[in-house]
Structures are given as structure tokens and as C-alpha cells.
């Protein structure tokens, strides 16, 4: 009898978990762009080892700094089943305003967040008119895409804004390096890790992915469907309006033309990193290393010497197989789970 009760206590306590399970574990969302990234990193060093050189992978990431910003802020809409074009726009606004401000002898540590501010109030904008015109977010930021950048291009006169004082501290640290590594790239990572606590830890990030797996359910349940939509967008467009500050610190000038197309490229950076545009779901990890992959892709692209015209069709053929590997990645999770 006790050998009996023995048998079965030992048969009813918890088995440790199989070694497929473990492994399935251990694959995350993040993992296939991560692997992505790895082996192209990789692939490219095995044929051109000068592109290793740390210095150049710096630089590399440097440059993916103003799109894996926007990337990570478009997360919050995408993840609503909503889009924002208007990034763009709204980055190259940022800059040309934040380069007449200081012009007009604003300091530029108070220029910075009046900018931040002001690109924040545009991406709201864009929740307000979506929500309570009823209008697709498809539509209304496409219309704002052109309006922020026309009034950029009128601010500037159509030219770039040169008068941007350089003897202050601030900016040149912001558009220098800390420690070796590019200011910007490290305010990325901040970035990165305050908006996927923001996405991921918090009553509003819930409540985002609650409303892209259902918004009639999140409705019905007494979300406010409304203010998150708008507070989603405003997300956006302060990411965006911090790209547009750490240009404005780096190139120390406001270029109304800057910025033209980085709204397609952080849509794909986003969705490359696993936010896809049935919403629900998104990593912000994900969207910046997205942005890396693309900017090693353009990288390489040069050491290779191949004609700037393949940059599109590099792009897209990473896309592809980043989307491939990340679906054939969540299908083996949802066959062992």
C-alpha cells in the first residue's frame, strides 16, 4: 500500500519540462530578427573583415538611429491596427523648428523640449482627427505627412537652416560621443528599454494590445478606446520628434527635405521586428533591431560596391525572409506550447 501511495505521489508531482519545451522556451519573439541580424552581420564580415571593424559597426548603428526611433514609437499604433505616415513630416518639422528657435536665440536646452513637446501635440493631432472624424489613420496621416513637411519646407524657406549656434555644450554632446559609442545611439537604447517597459509593464500598454486583438470586446469591456488611440499616436510622434532632436544635435541644421521616406522604412523595421498589422501584439526590441537590419543591409551594400539602385530590392528580399523566419518561428511555438 505504501509503495502504491509512493508510486503515485511521485507519478502526481510536477515533471520537469521536456527537453522540446526548454527549447521553445528559449525562442522569443525577438529571436528571429535577432538571428537575422547575427548572420548578416556575419556573412557580410566573412567576405569584406574591414566591415567588422568596430568603429564601422558604430557607425552602422549610428545611422539606424533616426528610423529604429521611429520604429519603436510606431509600435503603440500598429499594435492598435492604426498607422502613422506622418513621422516623416514630422521629424523634418521638429528639426527646421528647433533650428528657428535656436536661431532666434532660444537655448538650446530649452529648444529641445519644447520640439519634444510639440512633436508629441502633432502625433495627438493625428488620435484626434482619426478618432472623432472617423477617418482611417491610413488617410489622415498621409494628409499630415504633407502638411507638417509643407510647413517645414515654408519655415526654412525652402533651404537649410544654417544659423544653429554650435558652442553649446549640449547639443554637441548630444550629436557627439559618450564613452566611444555615438550619444544617439545610446539615447536609442534608452529609448528602446523605457518604451518596451511603457509597452509591456504598463496599464496603457495592456490596454493597447487589448484594443488591437478586439477593439468592439475592449469597447464592451469599458476601455477607453478613444484616448488610447489618441495617447498610441502621440507615442509616435514624440519618438519621432526625438529623432528629430538628435539630428537636429548631429547635423546642427534644419533641412526641411530630411527625413523623406523614413515613414516606409519604420513601418518595415517594425514589422520585420514582429509587429504585425493585424495588430494586437508588437515588440519594441523587435522595431530597433529591424532598424539595424535595414541599415546593415544598406551598409553592406557598400562595401560590395553594388549600385545604390539594389538598395530597394536588398531591402525587400530582408523583409521577406525576416517575416518568413519569424512566422515559421511563432508556428513552432504554438505546435509545442
Not at 509503495?3 to 528571429?32: C, H, I, N, W, Y
Not at 529623432?243 to 523614413?262: K, M, V
Not at 525576416?322 to 512566422?327: H, L, R, S
Given at each position: 500500500?505504501?509503495q502504491?501511495l509512493t508510486?503515485?505521489?511521485?507519478?502526481?508531482?510536477?515533471r520537469p519540462?521536456?527537453r522540446?519545451r526548454?527549447?521553445?522556451?528559449?525562442?522569443?519573439d525577438?529571436?528571429g530578427v535577432?538571428?537575422?541580424?547575427?548572420?548578416l552581420?556575419v556573412?557580410?564580415?566573412?567576405?569584406?573583415?574591414?566591415?567588422?571593424?568596430?568603429?564601422?559597426?558604430?557607425?552602422?548603428?549610428?545611422?539606424?538611429?533616426?528610423?529604429?526611433?521611429?520604429?519603436?514609437?510606431m509600435?503603440?499604433?500598429l499594435?492598435?491596427?492604426?498607422?502613422?505616415l506622418?513621422?516623416?513630416?514630422?521629424?523634418?518639422?521638429t528639426?527646421v523648428?528647433?533650428?528657428?528657435?535656436?536661431?532666434d536665440?532660444?537655448?538650446?536646452?530649452?529648444?529641445?523640449?519644447i520640439?519634444?513637446l510639440?512633436?508629441a501635440?502633432?502625433?495627438?493631432?493625428?488620435?484626434?482627427?482619426?478618432t472623432?472624424a472617423?477617418?482611417?489613420?491610413?488617410?489622415?496621416?498621409?494628409?499630415?505627412?504633407?502638411?507638417f513637411?509643407?510647413?517645414a519646407l515654408?519655415?526654412?524657406?525652402?533651404?537649410?537652416?544654417?544659423?544653429?549656434?554650435?558652442?553649446?555644450?549640449?547639443?554637441?554632446?548630444?550629436?557627439?560621443?559618450?564613452?566611444?559609442?555615438?550619444?544617439?545611439?545610446?539615447v536609442?537604447?534608452?529609448?528602446?528599454?523605457?518604451l518596451?517597459?511603457?509597452?509591456?509593464r504598463?496599464?496603457?500598454g495592456?490596454?493597447v494590445?487589448?484594443?488591437?486583438?478586439?477593439?468592439?470586446?475592449?469597447?464592451?469591456?469599458g476601455?477607453?478606446?478613444?484616448?488610447?488611440?489618441?495617447?498610441?499616436?502621440?507615442?509616435?510622434?514624440l519618438?519621432?520628434?526625438l529623432?528629430?532632436?538628435?539630428a537636429?544635435?548631429?547635423?546642427?541644421?534644419?533641412d526641411?527635405?530630411?527625413?523623406e521616406?523614413?515613414?516606409?522604412?519604420?513601418?518595415?523595421?517594425?514589422?520585420?521586428?514582429?509587429?504585425?498589422l493585424?495588430?494586437?501584439?508588437?515588440?519594441v526590441?523587435?522595431a530597433?533591431?529591424?532598424?539595424l537590419?535595414?541599415?546593415?543591409?544598406t551598409?553592406?551594400l557598400?562595401?560590395?560596391?553594388?549600385?545604390?539602385?539594389?538598395?530597394s530590392f536588398?531591402?525587400?528580399?530582408?523583409?521577406?525572409?525576416a517575416?518568413a523566419a519569424?512566422?515559421?518561428?511563432?508556428?513552432?511555438r504554438?505546435?509545442?506550447?
Amino acid at each position: 500500500m505504501t509503495q502504491s501511495l509512493t508510486t503515485e505521489t511521485r507519478d502526481a508531482s510536477p515533471r520537469p519540462p521536456s527537453r522540446r519545451r526548454r527549447l521553445s522556451r528559449l525562442v522569443r519573439d525577438e529571436t528571429g530578427v535577432v538571428a537575422v541580424l547575427v548572420l548578416l552581420i556575419v556573412g557580410v564580415g566573412v567576405f569584406r573583415p574591414g566591415f567588422l571593424d568596430p568603429d564601422n559597426l558604430l557607425s552602422t548603428g549610428r545611422n539606424a538611429v533616426y528610423v529604429g526611433l521611429m520604429a519603436a514609437g510606431m509600435v503603440f499604433p500598429l499594435a492598435m491596427r492604426e498607422v502613422d505616415l506622418s513621422v516623416g513630416g514630422n521629424f523634418a518639422l521638429t528639426m527646421v523648428v528647433g533650428a528657428v528657435l535656436m536661431r532666434d536665440g532660444v537655448p538650446p536646452w530649452l529648444a529641445a523640449p519644447i520640439i519634444l513637446l510639440m512633436a508629441a501635440g502633432l502625433g495627438a493631432v493625428n488620435g484626434v482627427i482619426t478618432t472623432y472624424a472617423r477617418i482611417p489613420s491610413f488617410i489622415v496621416t498621409l494628409a499630415t505627412a504633407l502638411l507638417f513637411r509643407g510647413i517645414a519646407l515654408a519655415f526654412a524657406a525652402g533651404k537649410q537652416i544654417f544659423e544653429v549656434p554650435r558652442e553649446s555644450s549640449f547639443f554637441v554632446d548630444l550629436g557627439g560621443r559618450l564613452f566611444g559609442v555615438p550619444s544617439a545611439l545610446l539615447v536609442l537604447v534608452l529609448a528602446g528599454v523605457v518604451l518596451t517597459v511603457v509597452f509591456t509593464r504598463t496599464r496603457f500598454g495592456a490596454q493597447v494590445r487589448a484594443v488591437g486583438s478586439n477593439p468592439d470586446a475592449a469597447a464592451l469591456t469599458g476601455l477607453p478606446v478613444d484616448r488610447i488611440r489618441i495617447q498610441a499616436m502621440t507615442m509616435s510622434g514624440l519618438a519621432a520628434g526625438l529623432a528629430g532632436t538628435l539630428a537636429l544635435a548631429f547635423f546642427l541644421s534644419g533641412d526641411p527635405t530630411l527625413g523623406e521616406g523614413f515613414e516606409l522604412t519604420a513601418i518595415a523595421a517594425a514589422i520585420i521586428g514582429g509587429t504585425p498589422l493585424a495588430g494586437g501584439r508588437g515588440s519594441v526590441p523587435g522595431a530597433v533591431v529591424g532598424a539595424l537590419i535595414l541599415a546593415v543591409v544598406t551598409a553592406a551594400l557598400v562595401f560590395f560596391r553594388i549600385p545604390i539602385n539594389w538598395t530597394s530590392f536588398a531591402t525587400g528580399a530582408v523583409i521577406l525572409v525576416a517575416v518568413a523566419a519569424d512566422a515559421a518561428l511563432r508556428r513552432y511555438r504554438t505546435r509545442t506550447s
